[in-house]
Nanobody, 131 residues
């Protein structure tokens, strides 16, 4: 049984930093797309960041570009979201996700921000940015 477990959320002041972790068990995600999404109260779930293979293929939502960084540690079957210069608009539940397939790069480039690309999801971790 595949499980994704997020950690690292919490309460932080504007301008602060947090690092989220997503630890996977039950299977190895080597060349699969991995991602972070978030959902704020009253809003739909939105894409935040994705990675496949290496950070060369990291992609970001415009709202977090330059502030957030996604990375992965294949040896630990874990991926991360480093969040810097946090803003109140970043307040949300953050979910990690992983795709079961290993798409070619062109497919990944076209689908990385689509939630339907990802088959496995964590339970979510709350991030609250206070002003």
């Amino acid at each position: 049984q595949v499980q994704l477990v997020e950690s690292g959320g919490g309460l932080v002041q504007v301008g602060g930093s947090l690092r989220l972790s997503c630890a996977a068990s039950g299977r190895t995600f080597s060349n699969n797309p991995l991602a972070w999404f978030r959902q704020a109260p009253g809003k739909e779930r939105e894409f935040v960041a994705a990675i496949m293979r290496t950070t060369l293929y990291a992609r970001y939502a415009d709202s977090v570009k330059g502030r957030f960084a996604i990375s992965r540690d294949p040896a630990k079957n874990t991926w991360y979201l480093q969040m810097d210069r946090l803003e109140p608009g970043d307040t949300a539940i953050y979910y990690c996700s992983a795709g079961s397939q290993r798409p070619i790069l062109s497919t990944y480039s076209a689908t990385y921000s689509d939630a339907r690309t990802y088959d496995y999801w964590g339970q979510g971790t709350q991030v609250t940015v206070s002003s």
